[in-house]
């Protein structure tokens, strides 16, 4: 049996997972090395995108700054989860403002630490990275489309950082990345509608809130509609191997999306269209390896 001084520190180890969201850096990591060896770097062996040390170095970099991101964003919007998502507020509040606060300089000081390593564009590339975060999460938040624009582009600059890396600048990467912002832009807005209270009460100015929720499904409509477009260009026109399964199946999701969207008008609706696109996004990074199965098959001998 654990003491009850071991309960509390477990509890407390939880709440700050919950802060940074693990799960979430864990999947970016995944994406980030998956992205590497298949779409950035795919003409290099298995074995010298593994052990770069470079990469390595980035995609460390890349988590420290993503938790620390996560952890600011909880700091401003503590008030609004309390409304928003009661439960997950109530375990995120085990941790004080001020142990967030450190962990939260911590990690951003560990994170250029770690880009230094690569080079003196990598510190520069992350300090303006955090500082966008800070920035959005502190005003960008609160303003209709200025706000949904910006946390779409903060959440792929994580890829955007290893594409700088290989300087892979295939017509292919950029479909692919247009893909994954415009689901993202969808996942954003439609938090927007799953929170619309807590940003009432907040005084949120984010786009249903301001336009209302008709403009915002018209919006979200527009937005699937454009998402097809990379989806077909990468099914028929690039090479994406077994992959294309994965947007074949993205396309009836999006259709099936769209069919709820205009039926819902709670809370626990909206969560349903929000895992829709939360489960494309994860499904898109599990189906990568997809793309090129030999080189999981045939490589991994290399490693060792």
Known sequence: MLSRRQKHI??????MFSVIRGYNILIIIIAQYLAAIYILAHNKTLRSVLLDLNLFMLVLASSATIAAGYIINNFYDSEKDLINRPQKSMLDRLVSQN????????????????????????????????FAIWFYSHKLKKMPFVGNLTSAILTITPFFVIFIYYKNFESVIFVHAMFLFLVISMRELTKDLENITGDLAQNYHTIPVVYGEKASKTMLTILGALTLIPAFLLIYKFQVGRMAYFFYLSVILLVVFQLLLWKSTSKPQYLVLHNILKFIIIAGVVSIPLIDVSVILNKIPIIS
């Open 99 to 130: 142990t967030k606060l450190s962990f939260y300089f911590v990690l951003n000081f560990i994170a250029v630490i770690l880009a230094s390593y690569v080079s003196f564009k990598a510190v520069i590339f992350f300090s303006v990275y955090i």
């Open 10 to 15: 477990l509890l407390k180890f939880f709440s």
